[in-house]
C-alpha cells in the first residue's frame, strides 16, 4: 500500500481547482452502491469533473473512478460473511483500516491539494500526533455523532478544518470547533427520470434495522399495496429475524440491483416508502424517488422530516405503522409532474456541487493564508 509521497506543484490561480475527496472505506464506490454515502460520493465526483475541476477520489479498493496508486483496504469478512454487518469489523480489519488513514493523510499532505474533502468515517483523517501537519480540509458529516471521530475533532480544535453537514438535524448533533454549512445532498436528475408510476409501492436500500423496512412491509399490508423491497442485505440477523418471515403474500425481495435496473424500477412504481428508524441525516433515497416522480411516504424523522414537511409528500409520525399505511394512501393521489419539479428545483446534483464549489474555494483561499 506503501506509494511514493511526490509533492505536486500548485497551478497558478484559475477557476479550476485541486479536490482530494475522500470516501468512506468499508465498501467499493461503484454502482450498485452499498449505501447513500457511496453514491453520494461517486456522483459528487462525477458533477465536480464536468465543472472542470480536477479531483482525485480515495476509496476503497474495487471502487469506480478512484486513484488507483493508493486504495483504502475495505472490510472483508471472508468465511464469516454471515456475521457481517455494516457497523463492526472482522478480527484486524479497523487495525487494518487506521493504518491506511494515516498512510493516506500524510499522502494529502504531500501531494498539496487546494482542498480535501473528507466523506470518511476514520478519525485518523484528522491532526493527531500520527500526523500533525494541517490540511485545507472540509468534512461533510453524513452522520449522526460517532463517539471516536468526535473524539478526534475536539482534540484538533480549530485544526481540523471547515465542516458542511447533510441537514441541520445532523450538524445539532455534533461539538463543531467552528459553525458548519448545510449543504444538502443532490440528484443526478438527468438519470433519475420520471415514469408512469404503476400498481406496486417500493422500498430501497440497504437492509439494516435503522432504515426499518419491515415496518414499510407492515404499513404497505394494511394499505393493501405490494410491495416490492430492492436492496443490499447490510446485517443478516435482522434479515433472518424481520425480513425474511414477511416476505410473500405480495411482498418480494429482489436483491441489489444495478443502477440503471433499480431507477427503472422506481419510476414505475406507484410510490415509494422511507421509514428509518433513527434519525435519518438526509435520506437520498426519497429524493431519488421522488425524481422520478414517484411519491413518497416516509417517517417523520431527522433530515428526511427536516426537508420534506414542505415538499409535495407525506408524512407520518416515526413509528407508526398506522399513519404511515395512511400515508401511502395519501401519497397515491400526489400528482408525480409535481413532485419531480420539486426535487429539480431544490435538490439537483448540480446545485449541491456548486455549493461544494464555493466552500472548496474559501477552504483553500484559508489554507493558503495560513501557510
Known sequence: MTVAAQPRVRSPRTD????????????????????????????????????????DF???????????????????????????????????????????????????????????????LNPLIFPSAASPERLPMLTTLHTPLVDDIQTAISQAGLRAGRFAAVSRTTARDWRLPSEPVIIPNGVNVNLWRPGPGGDAAVWFGRLVPEKGAHLAIDACRKAGLPLVLAGRNGDHHYFRDEIEPRLGDGVEWVGELPHAELRGLVANCVVAIASPRWEEPFGLVAFEAMACGTPVAAFRRGGMGEFLRDAPACLAPADDVNALADAITRARGLDREVVRRWVVDKHSLSQTAKRYTDVYRQVAAFGKVGK
Open 58 to 120: 480515495y476509496a476503497a479498493e474495487g471502487s469506480d473512478g478512484n486513484v488507483k496508486d493508493f486504495e483504502l483496504p475495505g472490510v472483508d469478512w471472508g468465511a464469516h460473511a454471515d456475521e457481517a454487518t455494516d457497523t463492526t469489523y472482522p478480527e484486524g480489519g479497523r487495525e487494518r483500516e487506521d493504518a491506511a488513514f494515516v498512510e493516506l493523510r500524510r499522502l494529502l499532505v504531500a501531494r498539496g491539494y487546494d482542498v480535501v474533502h473528507n466523506n470518511s
Open 16 to 55: 479550476k481547482l485541486r479536490i482530494a475527496l475522500v470516501g468512506p472505506a468499508r465498501y467499493p464506490v461503484r454502482e450498485p452502491y452499498a449505501g447513500g454515502l457511496e453514491a453520494f460520493c461517486h456522483t459528487l465526483v462525477a458533477a465536480l469533473r464536468d465543472l472542470g475541476h480536477d479531483v
